[in-house]
């Protein structure tokens, strides 16, 4: 079992920045791959973004890419979305998740889901 929990969440203006961070506890963090997922109100959750468990690769939605930045702290057990140039389609929940396998595109492939935190951008 692993627990996930999310912080950093907040209002921000439209071209600001957020860090999210995800706390994990549980199994051996550094054994899973880690991902973020956002759900809009009235839309399906999407992925956002995952990184690999030495960090190797990450991967990001198109809608993302060059804007968020996926890390992680293995010693930590700390996953982090670092969030620029927002605009108010990021306005959602974001959700961090861990897999043991993907493709990480996938909810499916994950098997463990933090609470979520509520990111909101104002225009």
């Known amino acids: 079992q692993v627990q996930l929990v999310e912080s950093g969440g907040g209002l921000v203006q439209a071209g600001g920045s957020l860090r999210l961070s995800c706390a994990a506890s549980?199994?051996?963090?550094?054994?899973?791959?880690m991902g973020w997922f956002r759900q809009a109100p009235g839309k399906e959750r999407e992925f956002v973004a995952a990184?690999?468990?030495?960090?190797?690769?990450?991967y990001y939605a198109d809608s993302v890419k060059g804007r968020f930045t996926i890390s992680r702290d293995n010693p930590k057990n700390t996953v982090y979305l670092q969030m620029s140039s927002l605009k108010p389609e990021d306005t959602a929940i974001y959700y961090c998740?861990?897999?043991?396998?993907?493709?990480?595109?996938?909810?499916?492939?994950?098997?463990?889901w933090g609470q979520g935190t509520q990111v909101t951008v104002s225009s």
């Open positions: 998740a861990a897999a043991r396998s993907g493709p990480y595109w996938r909810q499916e492939s994950y098997n463990f």
């Open positions: 549980g199994r051996t963090f550094s054994n899973y791959a």
């Open positions: 990184i690999m468990w030495s960090a190797s690769n990450t």
